[in-house]
Structures are given as C-alpha cells and as structure tokens.
C-alpha cells in the first residue's frame, strides 16, 4: 500500500485538486516547481538554519517519566510546544514564504479560524518583510482578540469575512478569491495538510522535520529508531503528518489519531470526522468532512479551536480508508482532563488540541515496555482561559 502521494495528486481514493478554473494558473505554478524548489540544497540550506536558529529545533524529545508511570509504558513526548510562536504551524510557515521568496512573489495572504495560522504567517513575513494579509471571520475576530491583535502588532492586516457564518470557511473563500484577482504577485499560505494538490503533500513534506528528528532522538535515547506507537491530535492534519512521515511505510509503527469528538459523537456538536464524515470535497481536494444529506458542510464543533474542523486532509482520509492508523474520538471533557493530568504530572501546560493526543492513550492497550511518542503539537498559554472557565483543577 502506498501512504504517500501519487504522480496525479493521490492518496488512495483522496485528494486531487478541485479547484475553480481562474485558479489553476497559481495551482500549477505551485505544482510544477514545489518539488524542484524544495529539493535545491540552498533551499535545505536555508530553511534548516531558520528552523534551528529562529524556531529552536530540533525540538526535544523528552521521557516523560511521571506520565509513564501513569500509564504503563515508556512515553515521550516530542516538544513542538518549545517551538517559536508555541506550536508546529511554524515549520509549514517558514517553508511557504522561503518557496514563495524563490516563486518571485511580493505578498502573503492566509485564512485563519481561530487564528494560530494567521499568527504563524504574519511572524514569517514580518521576519522576511513581505506583505500579510490574513482573512478571519468576523465572528472569529472576535472571539479570537489577542491573535487578532499579535497579527497586527506583527505588521499583518486582517480583514474580516463577512459573509455565510462568518467563521474559517467564509475567510477560505475569500482567501481563494482574492488569489483569483492577484494571480502573479501572491502567494497563499495555506496552515495545514489540507487544500488542492500540491498543498497536502508540500506541507506534509515541511512538518516531516518532526519524525526526520525523531529517528535519531529515538536511536539516542532507546537504542531504536522506531517507536511502537506514534499519538497525534487530527484537526486538518499537519502535526499527525509531521510525526508519522518518515514511519508511515512502515507497519511494525503503529499510528493513532486523537479526532476531537466535541461534546459527544451523537451530540450534534462534534468534529470527529472520521466517524460522521463521508466523502465528498472540502478546501479544493477530495476527503472525509461532515456533510448534510444534499453535501453542506456541517458546522464543527470542539473546545479547541485548531481541531474546529468539519473535515480531514486526503491523506489521513487515506490512513484511515486503508486502516493504516486508528482513529480515536477524544470528548472536550476528556481532553481538559487530559490537559490537567500533564500539567499536574510533568508541569506542562499543553494546548486542548495536543491534550487530545494524550487523552487517547486512556482508549489504547499499552504494555509496560511498549515505546510511544506523543507529539505535543503546542503549549497552553492560548488556552488559558479556556482552562479557568472549564476548573476543576
Ligand atoms: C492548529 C493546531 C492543531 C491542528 O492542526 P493540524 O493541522 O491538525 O496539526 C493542533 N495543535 C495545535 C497546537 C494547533 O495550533
């Protein structure tokens, strides 16, 4: 089985690029020198000595010795928390405006929902000088203030999607159409493993840094390079694609996907996708969302914003086609409760989305000597008062 993308866009049965015919032009320009840029050792050169020297990596790779006790095997917790800006999006966004620098282009633009993609871009071109803008829904601006104001405290505009829910996919659309209008000068910054083909795999491709590491951090540290395990949150997918990459061929490495199950699969307010998803296409590509009876996409719902996603990208549409990884539905109730356990047993606050990840390990059969990595895909202080208003701590 192959989990990697094909010649024509494909995983499996997913992915593609479905996309309006005013937007092939910039698709394909993007498709035809991604790879190319990409592989060109000055390119590598460059994009290795900002991810070590602006973004801290490589990212540690740290036993976490109370959690294990806790659950009864060898848990490590590969730290994307540690990251500049406090999550993984920074590696996908350092790579897109170095390719965007190389494609000749003079401005950015991004969407974002609850905003740690839009803060994630507005950082890398403040630090290369290139224009931002970033689409929000205008109800997200403001139930999203603080990012709204680091955007523009980092020099981005951001302007408000008005129409539909007001909410991600109204400022997707606006993103893609603005793209349209300026066919030659920009370039979109799409934040996760989701979007026309070439995105899925480009993005995949910038966060495979995180298991590129964790083979030799694994090899320093167990004597292996291979985990039993490997635990990631799944909001469109680019954390979860980033850790399993360089393990994803092989099936002695058993992948896991925390789903945010909302307030329960049967709720009415869930974003768990693979369990309510059919397929049909979101963001340009093929794959699993949540869709009424006639194809609308359902509104999501999670307690963390990063998982508030109707669908998944096409390649873990494919994982899961193809029972490559497991799916686990993670409530927001569990998840907080997750969140807490770290911060009590380890003294790290992680994001909601990462505590997911970590809230699935209570749903797995573990033995003592099994070895997990769990990728704490951010840290919690944007999640702070989500905390205070949930207690019980
Ligand atoms: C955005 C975000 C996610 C979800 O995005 P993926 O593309 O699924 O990784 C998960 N964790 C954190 C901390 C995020 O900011």
């Not at 989990?3 to 005013?22: C, H, Q, R, T």
Request: contains cysteine.
């Amino acid at each position: 089985m192959q989990y990697k993308v094909d010649k024509n866009g494909y995983y499996g049965n997913f992915g593609g690029a479905f996309i309006p015919e005013m937007l092939y032009p910039n698709v394909e320009e993007l498709r035809q020198n991604y790879l190319a840029i990409m592989e060109d050792p000055s390119f590598q050169q460059e994009f290795k000595a900002l991810l070590s020297d602006y973004v801290g990596r490589p990212s540690p790779l740290y036993l976490a010795q109370r959690l294990s006790e806790h659950f009864g095997a060898r848990v490590y917790l590969k730290r994307e928390d540690l990251n500049h800006t406090g999550a993984h999006k920074i590696n996908n966004t350092i790579g897109q405006i170095l390719l965007a620098q190389r494609l000749g282009k003079k401005r950015i633009i991004a969407e974002t929902g609850a905003g740690q993609h839009g803060v994630a871009t507005a950082t890398v071109c403040a630090l290369m000088g290139i224009d931002c803008v970033v689409y929000m829904g205008e109800v997200d601006i403001h139930r999203q203030k603080p990012n709204v104001e680091r955007m523009k405290l980092l020099g981005a505009k951001v302007v408000p999607a008005l129409s539909g829910s007001k909410t991600l996919k109204d400022a997707t659309n606006e993103a893609m159409r603005h793209w349209i209008n300026n066919p030659v000068d920009t370039h979109y910054i799409i934040g996760s493993v989701v979007g026309p083909h070439p995105y899925p795999d480009m993005v995949a491709r910038f966060q495979s840094v995180i298991s590129e590491e964790m083979i030799w951090q694994l090899e320093e540290k167990e004597g292996r390079k291979s985990p039993d395990y490997i635990v990631a949150c799944v909001g469109g997918g680019s954390n979860a694609a980033g850790s399993y990459y360089h393990y994803m061929d092989d099936p002695a490495v058993k992948l896991v996907a925390a789903e945010a199950g909302g307030e329960g699969i049967k709720s009415g307010k869930s974003a768990a996708t693979t369990f309510l998803g059919k397929p049909g296409v979101l963001h340009g590509s093929k794959t699993l969302l949540m869709q009424t009876q006639d194809g609308q996409v359902v509104e999501p719902h999670s307690i963390s914003a990063g998982l508030d996603y109707p669908g998944i990208g096409p390649l873990h549409a494919h994982l899961f086609d193809a029972g490559r990884a497991r799916f686990i539905s993670i409530t927001d109730a569990e998840a907080m409760k997750a969140g807490i356990l770290l911060c009590k047993l380890e003294g790290i606050i992680p994001a909601i989305e990462s505590a997911h990840a970590i809230a699935a390990l209570n749903k797995m059969e573990l033995a003592d000597a099994d070895v997990l990595v769990i990728n704490l895909s951010g840290r919690g202080d944007k999640d702070l008062e989500t905390y205070i208003k949930w207690g019980g701590y």
